[in-house]
């Protein structure tokens, strides 16, 4: 997977979760609708070779969850079910902020850039 790849993937996957009706990269101003995700991509080299080709690199991606009413555990689980199949591990917290539910998830994981596979670090 490459750096375009890994965010297109991530994208894919959020939207995939029907019960999300907003997938954004930046916080909006209001939250008008929910529940929405808001979410980023970071990414750094993990092992090069002798060459200098960057043979695994470590991804981060986090995902902010928001929602007025209810709970945001089924999308939450879903969003885990889906990302641990690809191979990241996760770290999970929440925060209810003013009436508005918060879940934060982490997913982490070390992309084999040459097999497109990804491991736990």
Known sequence: ????????????????????KL????????????PTAVYSTAHSSYFRDGD???LLTEWTITIDLFLDQG????????????????????DVGDQNMSGVSRVFIKF?????????MVTEK
């Open 1 to 20: 997977m490459d750096i375009v790849n890994v965010k297109t993937i991530a994208y894919k996957a959020i939207k995939s979760v029907t019960d999300i």
């Open 23 to 34: 997938v954004t990269t930046s916080y909006p101003d209001t939250f008008t609708v929910y």
């Open 52 to 54: 200098k080709n960057e």
């Open 71 to 90: 709970s945001l555990t089924s999308i939450t689980n879903q969003l885990i079910s889906l990302f641990s199949d690809m191979g990241f591990s996760n």
């Open 108 to 116: 982490t994981g070390i992309v084999n850039n040459e097999t497109k």
